[in-house]
């Protein structure tokens, strides 16, 4: 608690010991002693409520909640109610302290698990230590880190080698292995050794600068549920103002009940008057559920994304480095008219000057020195393959497609897998099957997408159908869409958007940023270090395992589930308490009562948004 | 110019919501911000009237919440 919290807390533990004594003791019989009596606890407990009241008057605000709580409190003095009048004061300072301390708190749960960047860091400059600010560390110094210090600026390890903690930035608990040369990141924790580190980045460009930013920011991207309560909560308060003077001038006019019963009932309308159970509670759920994912490894970046995301019913996946690896390696090696070396070695030579993880296989499989001055023009065909000379030679390296064009007489392979085929001329001289492994935790995941509620997951790959059709199988996408070039999948995708679905992408963030900021939602995993994927998606994954899929999954539900709980939880008590008011069933005190209770209960509700579900 | 300051002493939700409407019809403002949770405000306004309108911004918040003071 802060200190004017404790003050207040103070006055209100003494202004409602004062009541309760008085509640005990026989009124005087003197309306003006008692009146004066009841004054003593009610400007203890809200004197200040009272002066920002007037200050408010001279400025205007008609329809600020402390003008109005004086106006009701006031107005039930006036007719004769004082220790309702006091009572309502009293819950309404009780309600405003709750909600000052709960947010205090989730705000400080929230800045604690993400406190993962240390205040200083230890840099070695002219062969001494010296201990500074991380943000005075310029790029390229050399840090010094002892076991059980963060890591406070990516760098890579100049000397020595260590285990790391990285679970702040992973969620994965599991120590890291990192030797010299191994670049590592900022917020993991070293465990065992000392270490020296070059720096790779300012501190501000480092990863837990941008961690912190996107998830300090990521309330500013209001949900459309946010929106309607900001809206709502525009209008409310002046309607039930409204109302509340109807409610006197009709009882009062048309009816028998007399002038002190109508104004007494129009107050209890004011009573209610406040929005701020809505208006508290529910972007504190959406805070709570973004640091819940956080702390998982999971970046929400909005408020609205997490509401998309918790409306997702169909999720579309990259195939390579998404639901496999992404680490090719050649299987089988089917040469014709030519040694299997001699295939191998053409094809690597064609692929030589490529950076594409199927060239890249080839290459490694080659294994030898590549004699690039065997090497005469090279150009690549998109979507088809590559037409190399070597040795004055030309030959032609690429898929099925490709080998038709030139008229070889090729033949697709037996095996599944990545075919690359090679012809010179229309000489069919073999071909090479390259595969890629399926990451071990992909079926089981996608098995936990869909319990969490998602009705159809498609594949999109570049590869032919038979791989697809193998990796769909084993773990379990309901179908996929084969061989497309990479500027096809965003119009794949958009065949897939609309029609009243609502799309996740999940891709690597390395080839497919244009689909990921074209669907619904985008999802890019094993982010960290990967600035472009960070920037392209919506939920950014700091791990490469489909498993936090799920995890994001449920989170989101439970977050919007929590927020339409407080919605219609609190909606529901302020409209029965205004219909009981205006029926004379309850008093004042029940009005405020409630009305605290509601905002006491929804914040608690929105609290059980940061405690991350099983 | 866009900049984010931090606001000490912001108690309610609806306050911030007043403030924020308050801010944005001053002349000058671009886009206003004011985060109830995060205890912040982002300010974006004309780069030659930022002065200015931060000065109207602190009086418009004071208005709403006596209380609440910005850290500039």
């Known amino acids: 608690m802060t200190k004017k919290q404790k003050k207040i807390l103070i006055r209100i533990i003494i202004?409602?010991?004062?009541?309760?004594?008085?509640?005990?003791?026989?009124?005087?019989?003197?309306?003006?002693?008692?009146?004066?009596?009841?004054?003593?606890?009610?400007?203890?407990?809200?004197?200040?409520?009272?002066?920002?009241?007037?200050?408010?008057?001279?400025?205007?605000?008609?329809?600020?909640?402390?003008?109005?709580?004086?106006?009701?409190?006031?107005?039930?003095?006036?007719?004769?109610?004082?220790?309702?009048?006091?009572?309502?004061?009293?819950?309404y300072q009780v309600g405003e302290l709750f909600q000052g301390i709960a947010v205090g708190r989730s705000r400080k749960s929230i800045s604690d698990m993400m406190d993962i960047c240390p205040d200083t860091a230890v840099v070695?400059?002219?062969?001494?230590?010296?201990?500074?600010?991380?943000?005075?560390?310029?790029?390229?110094?050399?840090?010094?880190?002892?076991?059980?210090?963060?890591?406070?600026?990516?760098?890579?390890?100049?000397?020595?080698?260590?285990?790391?903690?990285?679970?702040?930035?992973?969620?994965?608990?599991?120590?890291?292995?990192?030797?010299?040369?191994?670049?590592?990141?900022?917020?993991?924790?070293?465990?065992?050794?000392?270490?020296?580190?070059e720096t790779t980045a300012a501190y501000e460009d480092s990863t837990v600068s941008k961690i912190l930013e996107l998830v300090e920011n990521s309330t500013d991207k209001k949900a459309k549920t946010e929106k309607f309560i900001t809206k709502f909560s525009r209008i409310y308060t002046p309607c039930v103002v409204v109302l509340a003077v109807l409610i006197i001038l009709i009882c009062s006019l048309f009816t028998d009940m007399g002038v002190k019963e109508s104004i007494y009932r129009g107050?209890?309308?004011?009573?209610?008057?406040?929005?701020?159970?809505?208006?508290?509670?529910?972007?504190?759920?959406?805070?709570?559920?973004?640091?819940?994912?956080?702390?998982?490894?999971?970046?929400?970046?909005?408020?609205?994304?997490?509401?998309?995301?918790?409306?997702?019913?169909?999720?579309?996946?990259?195939?390579?480095?998404?639901?496999?690896?992404?680490?090719?390696?050649?299987?089988?090696?089917?040469?014709?008219?030519?040694?299997?070396?001699?295939?191998?070695?053409?094809?690597?030579?064609?692929?030589?000057?490529?950076?594409?993880?199927?060239?890249?296989?080839?290459?490694?499989?080659?294994?030898?020195?590549?004699?690039?001055?065997?090497?005469?023009?090279?150009?690549?065909?998109?979507?088809?393959?590559?037409?190399?000379?070597?040795?004055?030679?030309?030959?032609?390296v690429g898929n099925g497609k490709f080998m038709e064009e030139v008229g070889a007489d090729y033949h697709e392979c037996h095996l599944p897998g990545t075919v690359v085929h090679v012809s010179t001329g229309n000489l069919y001289l073999g071909h090479i099957v390259i595969n890629d492994e399926i990451k071990a935790d992909s079926a089981e995941a996608m098995e936990k997408i869909r319990q969490a509620g998602v009705k159809k997951t498609i594949m999109l790959t570049g590869d032919n159908s038979k791989v697809a059709e193998i990796v769909a199988k084993t773990v379990g996408v309901d179908s996929f869409i084969a061989g497309l070039l990479p500027d096809k999948k965003v119009s794949e995708l958009e065949k897939i958007l609309g029609n009243g679905r609502v799309v996740a992408f999940v891709g690597d963030g390395i080839n497919d940023a244009p689909v990921l900021t074209r669907a619904d939602i985008g999802i890019a995993m094993g982010a960290l270090g990967s600035d472009a994927a960070i920037e392209a998606a919506d939920i950014v994954l700091m791990n490469d395992s489909l498993g936090l899929i799920p995890s994001a999954l449920k989170i989101a539900r439970k977050t919007l589930r929590i927020v339409k709980e407080n919605i219609v939880f609190s909606l529901a008590v302020k409209i029965g308490i205004l219909i009981l008011g205006a029926l004379g069933l309850v008093g004042m005190r029940v009005a405020i009562f409630g009305d605290v209770g509601v905002l006491v209960l929804a914040i608690l509700n929105s609290l059980r948004a940061m405690r991350v579900p099983r | 110019m866009k900049r984010s300051f931090k606001l000490e002493?912001?108690?309610?939700?609806?306050?911030?919501?007043?403030?924020?409407?308050?801010?944005?019809?001053?002349?000058?403002?671009?886009?206003?911000?004011?985060?109830?949770?995060?205890?912040?405000?982002?300010?974006?306004?004309?780069?030659?009237?930022?002065?200015?309108?931060?000065a109207e911004a602190i009086k418009k918040i004071a208005d709403v919440e006596p209380d609440c003071k910005v850290l500039v």
């Not at chain 1, 009841?38 to 407990?45: A, D, E, H, R, T």
């Not at chain 1, 003008?67 to 003095?77: E, N, P, S």
Request: proline share 3%; net charge negative; glycine share 8%.
């Open chain 1, 15 to 91: 202004s409602a010991a004062l009541l309760l004594f008085l509640h005990f003791v026989p009124s005087t019989g003197n309306r003006i002693l008692d009146l004066a009596i009841f004054m003593v606890p009610y400007l203890i407990v809200g004197w200040d409520i009272v002066l920002n009241a007037f200050k408010k008057i001279f400025k205007g605000r008609l329809f600020d909640e402390e003008f109005l709580m004086m106006i009701a409190t006031v107005g039930a003095f006036i007719v004769g109610e004082y220790p309702e009048a006091t009572a309502v004061m009293l819950f």
């Open chain 1, 124 to 197: 070695i400059r002219n062969g001494e230590e010296e201990t500074v600010d991380p943000f005075e560390v310029e790029q390229g110094e050399t840090l010094l880190i002892r076991p059980g210090e963060k890591v406070p600026i990516d760098g890579v390890i100049t000397e020595g080698a260590t285990s790391l903690n990285m679970s702040a930035l992973t969620g994965e608990s599991l120590p890291v292995e990192k030797n010299t040369g191994d670049s590592i990141y900022s917020g993991s924790i070293n465990l065992t050794d000392v270490i020296k580190v």
């Open chain 1, 267 to 396: 107050l209890i309308f004011l009573v209610v008057s406040c929005p701020c159970a809505l208006v508290v509670s529910v972007p504190l759920s959406f805070f709570g559920g973004i640091g819940a994912a956080s702390r998982k490894g999971i970046l929400i970046k909005g408020s609205n994304f997490m509401e998309t995301l918790s409306n997702v019913d169909t999720m579309v996946f990259d195939k390579t480095g998404t639901i496999t690896k992404g680490n090719f390696a050649v299987d089988a090696i089917h040469p014709r008219e030519v040694s299997a070396d001699e295939l191998i070695d053409i094809a690597a030579l064609a692929e030589s000057r490529s950076n594409h993880p199927v060239a890249e296989s080839i290459v490694e499989a080659h294994g030898k020195h590549i004699a690039k001055d065997r090497l005469g023009e090279v150009s690549e065909i998109a979507g088809k393959g590559i037409r190399a000379v070597i040795d004055g030679k030309t030959y032609y």
């Open chain 2, 9 to 54: 002493d912001l108690d309610c939700a609806h306050c911030a919501q007043k403030m924020e409407d308050a801010i944005a019809k001053i002349d000058g403002v671009k886009k206003v911000n004011v985060n109830f949770i995060a205890q912040k405000m982002i300010l974006e306004a004309e780069d030659d009237r930022f002065e200015a309108v931060l």
